[in-house]
């Protein structure tokens, strides 16, 4: 599962047994990146408000299919196949067509979101690809790049915010040896969008 010790949900009590029963997928699944936490209960609150709000939240505006598609990216590039997976086989649900889903995953992998994407949401990607693999990089002008193919600024702060927060979770997989042994793949944590994940 992961190379620190974790606390599987039998043997939680307390804070981190309240947040498994919060986040346990249909079948009681905690997902092994989730699980990571359990000495720190405090990192998992904090870890499902960022993903809660950033990924699934309703008040975001771009699709969510496509937010999935930025997660799957940037995990591409850092090398997160736990990441990769996990959310690959979430966007190929939203699509529901395995051509469709199988050509996002070609055209990601072999860095050419064109082939898949139109012109505005390529540069969407484009954009987390850079700011993934060379942050520094990033200027305003990137950000005006942006806004004359059509995100007006709270769109291309999605963008970022997903971009980020797959940097974090891809670092918290990679660095902690975390692997899907046991888990079903793609299953979104249980929680409903509105839910409060700022204080527990």
Known sequence: MTWIKTIPPGEADGRLKNLYSRIAGPDGQIDNILAAHSLRPHTLEGHMALYKHVLHNTANRLPKVYLEAIGVYVSMLNQCAYCVEHHFAGLARLVGDKARS???RAALKAGEPAQA????????LVYAARLTSNPASITEADIKGLRDTGFDDGEILEINQVAAYFAYANRTVLGLGVNPAGEALGLSPNSSDGEDWSHG
């Open 102 to 104: 199988d050509a996002i």
């Open 117 to 124: 994407f139109d012109a505005k949401e390529t540069a969407g």
